[in-house]
């Protein structure tokens, strides 16, 4: 069992917003680079966007502009904040470390609808 938990999830409608949030444990969250991942229904789990300590970014092509990753170095926590949803973000969101640990928390389901 890895200490991340994943939150924040929902159904949205296109265009909508949500904010996903992380707690990682102290061990996990420090001096590593966080990263969110996703993976719909018979897709391979990818990787959205990552977050190093010192705060520089990274999105995948499909996301930037919407998507923003953010963290929280006091609260062990990392964030995304996700704009302008569109149904193909429909996912389970998972946040892990890069690179990954190997174990992953439950994650948080993300469905968008048309």
């Known amino acids: 069992q890895v200490d991340l938990v994943e939150s924040g999830g929902g159904f949205m409608q296109a265009g909508g917003s949500l904010t996903l949030s992380c707690a990682a444990s102290?061990?996990?969250?420090?001096?590593?680079?966080m990263a969110w991942y996703r993976q719909a229904p018979g897709k391979q789990r990818e990787l959205v966007a990552f977050i190093t300590r010192q705060r520089s970014t990274n999105y995948a092509d499909s996301v930037k502009g919407r998507f923003t990753i953010s963290r929280d170095n006091a609260k062990n926590t990392v964030y995304l904040q996700m704009n302008s949803l569109k149904p193909e973000d429909t996912a389970a969101y998972y946040c892990?470390?890069?690179?990954?640990?190997?174990?992953w928390g439950q994650g948080t389901q993300v469905t968008v609808s048309s």
């Open positions: 102290g061990s996990i969250f420090s001096g590593n680079v």
């Open positions: 892990n470390t890069i690179p990954n640990l190997g174990s």
